[in-house]
């Protein structure tokens, strides 16, 4: 027996939940068998939602005219210019300048932490959440503390959670909106509370991650920094989810400074961003044809998974054993396992359900061990018929289990 050459704790101490459960669903297919995959959140996995001709060809032509160099660090400028104009069309007064693309918004998440966090420093998130904001700030020493989504109260924040956990190391307070898993929205009155929070902390900043902005089914949703005269507000979104192209891995920050104390974190986040070179040039130019082409194809698109998600609500809502808060945006619901064997231990149901159903969820507790823990996230961006038939599996295996 050898020595293993050792790995580094940063890197070891990483989970992704969503993608750890594929290794045993991706065995399964090996052995011959079919899944029905309502785990990951790519619109692309599914039939019927494809990226927008127009972009795509964009795309390839950009490819065949030889767009293929490096683009400018800080993202093209025609680019950041149609994104700080869609900006300002949600309320609030971008330049090109306050843009910058990045891979993705996970890029963009893992400069705003390199850029702003020190040891000891707090990320300040909501529970559940997408895990890379657990699971990155540990690598710059900080720490990620989660703030209570309410449960059995359509998964709103709790503002005296909130107001108990802030202090002066907070650096930096996230808003999922509408929220991966949950599919909250939160409204102005909500934000505008979270941002009287966030002001009394002279060095907070507020990371709002609106990739699901188009994706809002309660006509309720507002941009962050809309709604912000004081504080700092990084918006964060891209191509993935509302264009349908997670593929391109194209993101951006935009960075609403109204009280103009952001210079320093510009600086630092504008040097990690010219040390990584670039974004992706021709996907870039994909993701202009989107932001500037016609957008009536998004009102089909929605209608699809809004029906997606009211069949997904009929469902659950006939199942001895689910219970769900019905999802305002985003396409994910997070189903609370009533039995009590499953809500002390989502992961077996999720496992079970896998080998023995081959339906493949997410376990609710990959999202936030004590604050997920009794639920499943399910996405809803499969047809009605792929839907029919896993809830069918879902609902025979808690029969059996019962
Ligand atoms: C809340 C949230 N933010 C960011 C991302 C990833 O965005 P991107 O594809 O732009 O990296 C996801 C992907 O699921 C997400 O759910």
């Known amino acids: 027996m050898v020595d293993p050459v050792p790995v580094s704790a940063r ?10 459960v594929v290794v045993p669903a991706t065995e399964l297919e090996r052995q011959g068998h079919s899944i029905l995959k309502l785990n990951i959140g790519d619109p692309i996995a599914y039939p019927g939602l494809p990226t927008p001709t127009h972009m795509v060809e964009a795309y390839a032509a950009a490819l065949r005219s ?15 210019e149609a994104i700080a104009k869609d900006e300002r069309n949600k309320g609030w007064e971008a330049t090109a300048d306050d843009v910058y693309v990045c891979h993705g918004v996970t890029e963009a998440l893992q400069l705003i932490f390199a850029a702003v966090l020190e040891p000891n420093s707090k990320v300040l998130a909501p529970g559940p959440h997408y895990p890379p904001y657990m699971a990155y700030p540990q690598m710059y020493g ?5 703030y209570k989504l309410q449960n059995r109260n359509g998964w709103r924040l ?5 107001e108990a956990k802030m202090d002066d190391d907070v650096r930096l307070l996230v808003l999922i909106n509408p929220n991966n898993p949950c599919g909250t929205v939160s409204d102005a009155g909500d934000i505008d509370r979270l941002l009287d929070i966030a002001k009394q902390y002279p060095n907070c900043i507020v990371v709002a991650d609106e990739i699901y902005d188009g994706l809002d089914f309660s006509g309720r949703h507002v941009s962050v920094a809309s709604r912000s005269q004081h504080v700092p507000v990084i918006s964060l ?24 104390r952001m210079g320093l974190v510009r600086d630092g986040l504008e040097r990690l961003l010219r040390s ?5 040039t021709p996907a ?22 809004m029906s997606q998600r009211n069949y997904c609500l009929e469902r659950i809502a006939n199942i001895e054993g689910l219970e769900v808060e019905a999802p305002g945006g985003a396409f994910y619901m997070f189903v609370r396992l009533t039995d009590e064997r499953w809500a002390e231990d989502d992961k077996s149901f999720v496992l079970e359900l896998l080998h023995q159903e081959h339906v493949l969820l997410v376990h609710g507790s990959g999202f936030s061990p004590e604050l997920g823990k009794g639920h499943v996230r399910l996405v809803y961006l499969p047809g009605v018929d792929v ?16």
Not at 390 to 400: N, V
Request: charged fraction near 25%; aromatic fraction near 12%.
């Open 276 to 280: 990584r070179l670039c974004a992706s």
């Open 237 to 260: 979104n891209g191509v993935s989810k509302v264009y349908y192209a997670p593929g391109w891995r194209i993101g951006y920050m935009a960075i609403h400074d109204p009280t103009q």
């Open 158 to 162: 709790d503002f005296d959670d909130i």
């Open 11 to 20: 890197a070891a101490n990483i989970e992704y939940a969503i993608r750890d």
């Open 284 to 305: 870039q130019v994909g993701y202009l044809a989107g932001l500037e082409g016609d957008r009536s194809w998004m009102q089909e698109y929605g209608d699809r998974v």
């Open 66 to 80: 030889g767009r293929n160099g490096y683009s400018p660090s800080y993202g093209l400028p025609e680019l950041r």
């Open 142 to 146: 900080a720490t990620t503390v989660e």
């Open 387 to 402: 839907l029919k038939q896993a809830f069918d599996r879902i609902e025979q295996f808690l029969l059996r289990h019962r």
